[in-house]
């Protein structure tokens, strides 16, 4: 059904590439699921070097499992625990070189080496998360924090529903 020609030769170019197609198939979609689970896809197909692509939804004060791609995952994270938990907690993006480092790191693929995770917040209410993890150390910078910081502000007012 859609096709993107992503062939960016920078990686800001590849980001406003993504956020072009990110726009593109959840302008006309109301439902938050549909929404996050082709953000995902779109994440995993064209980001390299991840292991896992997804999303994790602000239900009842805690972290749920939303759409991703990957191996399986944690289901529900704390708001404080881990990456994701303190992403969720600080409202404030989580780059992380190395998750073995990470206080209070969650292993939920024992593979994965660094992350980076961006809160999603509508009207001043947190949705959930972004969460991009990759096997390899240091695989995230500020260009990737900021490119899907940007994705994520298309997507937070589209997964408000």
């Not at 980001?47 to 239900?59: E, Q, T």
């Not at 790191?105 to 959930?128: R, T």
Request: aromatic fraction near 8%.
């Amino acid at each position: 059904m859609y096709t993107f020609d992503i062939s960016a030769g920078s990686k800001a170019e590849l980001y406003r590439e993504l956020a072009g197609a990110l726009d593109s198939i959840t302008a006309d979609e109301p439902d938050p699921v549909a929404n996050m689970a082709n953000a995902a896809a779109l994440l995993w197909e064209y980001l390299p070097d991840l292991n896992w692509a997804g999303f994790y939804r602000n239900v009842g004060g805690e972290l749920v499992l939303g759409p991703f791609q990957g191996k399986v995952a944690c289901i529900r994270i704390a708001f404080g625990s881990g990456v994701c938990g303190a992403a969720a907690a600080s409202r404030e993006t989580q780059l992380v070189d190395d998750v073995h480092a990470f206080p209070g790191h969650i292993a939920c693929d024992s593979a994965s080496a660094s992350e980076l995770v961006v809160p999603i917040v509508s009207q001043g209410v947190l949705i959930g998360v972004l969460d991009l993890d990759s096997p390899i150390p240091g695989r995230f910078d500020a260009g990737d924090a900021a490119g899907c910081e940007a994705l994520v502000a298309i997507l937070a007012p589209r997964l408000a529903g």
